[in-house]
């Protein structure tokens, strides 16, 4: 275990333990970076969580209310972070499957990487990032 996930798994026994007291991963981060852990970032709190689940920690995810991470203590909080784990995997899967049928499409010549709409409104953004976002409606 690493020196952040041991902190994290400190954190939440401390302060996250149920769903019902569960916090927003800023807010973990923000508190671990001011206790002096540099890599206590949003992303760095992602990555600790998932590593701690691989190593059967009770530690769980939700986007409901309240939406962040916690420690499961009971039947309920395990059910309730396993459906956000199992929501994220289907939509993960669906685009997996996408990106696979754009990348064989592109392989196979039926779909071109142009995006002149797209180039277009980013140039005009760049020569006049004040006015881009006012868009004009003919």
Not at 33 to 44: M, Y
Not at 102 to 128: H, K
């Amino acid at each position: 275990m690493t020196h952040l996930e041991t902190m994290l798994l400190g954190y939440l026994s401390r302060h996250c333990c149920g769903a019902a007291r569960a916090r927003k991963i800023w807010k973990i981060s923000k508190d671990l970076t001011a206790l002096g852990l540099k890599d206590a970032t949003p992303r760095g709190i992602q990555d600790a969580l998932a590593s701690l689940r691989m190593q059967y920690r009770p530690v769980g995810t939700t986007s409901g209310s309240p939406p962040g991470a916690f420690l499961c203590e009971d039947t309920r909080d395990f059910r309730r972070a396993y459906r956000n784990l199992y929501g994220r995997l289907r939509s993960q899967a669906r685009g997996c499957r996408r990106f696979h049928q754009c990348f064989t499409e592109t392989m196979n010549g039926q779909r071109r990487l142009e995006f002149p709409e797209a180039v277009s409104a980013y140039d005009a953004l760049r020569e006049a990032p004040l006015l881009a976002g006012l868009e004009v409606k003919t």
